[in-house]
């Protein structure tokens, strides 16, 4: 059972990248998915979830209107879509799961996940 998070890289400001979280050994559509982000000297931070039956998508402040969640089913993969990118979004990006199922529910507290994929490493500098 894992996570494997791709697609990060160096990107311009206002750029726009498309992470992957692909999961095996698990189907993803049973639990919440979420996208959280460690900068160097920082705590990881929550940014976005998804709730298990897709009833919702949650996002922190600072990337709202920027990135978008999203769930292949068909992929067992969950997508995060990044716009318009700023030197600040540099950091690690790890996909979690949450093996508490909670129907139209999902934390963005890191603490809550279970299980974690090994991080994808996004920079945005020009």
């Known amino acids: 059972v894992q996570l494997q998070a791709s697609g990060g890289g160096l990107v311009q400001p206002g750029g726009s990248l498309r992470l992957a979280c692909a999961a095996s050994?698990?189907?993803?559509?049973?639990?919440?998915v979420g996208w959280f982000r460690q900068a160097p000297g920082k705590e990881r931070e929550g940014i976005s979830c998804?709730?298990?039956?897709?009833?919702?998508?949650k996002y922190t402040d600072s990337v709202k209107g920027r990135f978008t969640m999203s769930r292949d089913n068909a992929k067992n993969t969950v997508y995060l879509q990044i716009n318009n990118l700023k030197p600040e979004d540099t950091a690690v990006y790890y996909c979690?799961?949450?093996?508490?199922?909670?129907?139209?529910?999902?934390?963005?507290?890191?603490?809550?996940?279970?299980?974690w994929g090994q991080g994808t490493l996004v920079t945005v500098s020009s």
């Open positions: 998804i709730t298990p039956d897709d009833a919702s998508t």
């Open positions: 050994g698990l189907s993803l559509t049973n639990y919440a």
């Open positions: 979690a799961t949450d093996y508490l199922v909670i129907p139209q529910s999902c934390p963005l507290k890191f603490y809550e996940y279970d299980l």
